[in-house]
């Protein structure tokens, strides 16, 4: 791989990994209570927060790099502050983990969600009148027996924030070594003469992992459906 691919598509290939594995890990713990939250708590604004959550999905991914400018750019709301404390988004590869992971969550909840409202309730309340805690019960019988879906959504969740590209490069740029990752390093590439060859490394790279999360997904998800279910 070091060899077929140059200097420059090497550097972009690792900072794809480097940022879809922090968005994932850093958005995974929230991505999970939301889930959890919106398949089993009734409170009110239940749809708004779920329509929030889902709007990357319907948002131009140029609109939602734009609004995350707006707001943790140095000059905006949020960003002013945490630029006081030395924490800049902007223009740098953490930003980019920023908007993997917001344009991923989507997809991370939805998996999460259908897996624990396919969990029966009736085995929740079965270890309740038992005495455990709503915690306990959470950690014990809600979360081992939705891991298929735990695992899918985060797998499906790092294969969308390696493919990030409009939200990605208006908020973060396009950077070389710091913010072009393999999509902005495919458009980078096509706008150079002869950079075509180079664009085509990146583009198979991309469909590889793809379909290789695609299939780990659909595995990993069928091993530990059925240790869960004791098959």
Do not use: C
């Not at 404390?85 to 992971?101: D, E, I, N």
């Not at 060859?197 to 997904?217: D, E, Q, R």
């Amino acid at each position: 791989m070091t060899d077929w691919l140059g200097p420059e598509e090497w550097k972009a290939v690792s900072l794809s990994l480097r940022v879809s594995f922090w968005a994932t890990l850093a958005s995974l713990p929230l991505g999970i209570l939301t889930a959890y939250a919106l398949a089993r708590w009734s409170f009110p604004g239940k749809q708004i927060v779920n329509g929030l959550v889902h709007l990357p999905l319907i948002l131009p991914p140029v609109v939602t790099g734009y609004l995350l400018l707006l707001v943790l750019g140095t000059r905006g709301p949020v960003g002013s502050l945490l630029a006081d404390w030395g924490l800049v988004f902007a223009f740098r590869w953490t930003g980019a983990a920023v908007a993997a992971a917001i344009m991923a969550f989507p997809l991370m909840v939805r998996a999460i969600r259908l897996s624990i409202e396919a969990v029966d309730p009736k085995l929740e309340e079965a270890s309740a009148t038992l005495g455990a805690a709503p915690l306990w019960v959470f950690f014990t019988v809600t979360l081992p027996m939705a891991l298929p879906g735990i695992v899918a959504g985060t797998i499906l969740a790092f294969a969308k924030a390696m493919g990030e590209f409009g939200a990605t490069i208006t908020f973060v740029s396009n950077i070389p070594g710091e913010t072009r990752t393999i999509p902005s390093a495919i458009y980078a590439f096509l706008q150079v003469p002869g950079g075509e060859g180079s664009a085509m490394k990146l583009v198979i790279v991309s469909v590889v992992v793809a379909m290789g999360a695609l299939l780990l997904s659909e595995g990993i998800g069928r091993r530990v459906a059925a240790r869960v279910g004791g098959r």
